[in-house]
């Protein structure tokens, strides 16, 4: 059964700074291209930022230039690295497979509360 923790959210002022973790089990995590998504209240949930299995990443436009998303596969972890937040960046981050590639895992996590106050 997956399981997917997400963690290191928290209050934070507008230019500040935060890196996020996912970590996985259940899944031979090595193989699935991953992402990292959020939801504002009231909106959508969103892919933010999604690294391939190799390695290769991409991004919203609402957040190249400042966040970065990194693996390791020995960790079976995924991490979000985040930068430059703006209020706008409020919101509940979630990691799952990278829906591009393949539908994400009905079992969704929790996800980690990421506040930015201006």
């Known amino acids: 059964q997956v399981q997917l923790v997400e963690s290191g959210g928290g209050l934070v002022q507008a230019g500040g700074s935060l890196r996020l973790s996912c970590a996985a089990s259940?899944?031979?995590?090595?193989?699935?291209?991953m992402a990292w998504y959020r939801q504002a209240p009231g909106k959508q949930r969103e892919l933010v930022a999604g690294i391939s299995s190799g390695g290769s990443t991409k991004y919203a436009d609402s957040v190249k230039g400042r966040f970065t998303v990194s693996r390791d596969n020995a960790k079976n972890t995924m991490y979000l690295q985040m930068n430059s937040l703006k209020p706008e960046d409020t919101a509940v981050y979630y990691c799952?497979?990278?829906?591009?590639?393949?539908?994400?895992?009905?079992?969704w996590g929790q996800g980690t509360q990421v506040t930015v106050s201006s």
């Open positions: 259940g899944i031979i995590f090595s193989i699935y291209a």
């Open positions: 799952n497979a990278d829906e591009a590639v393949r539908r994400p895992w009905g079992s």
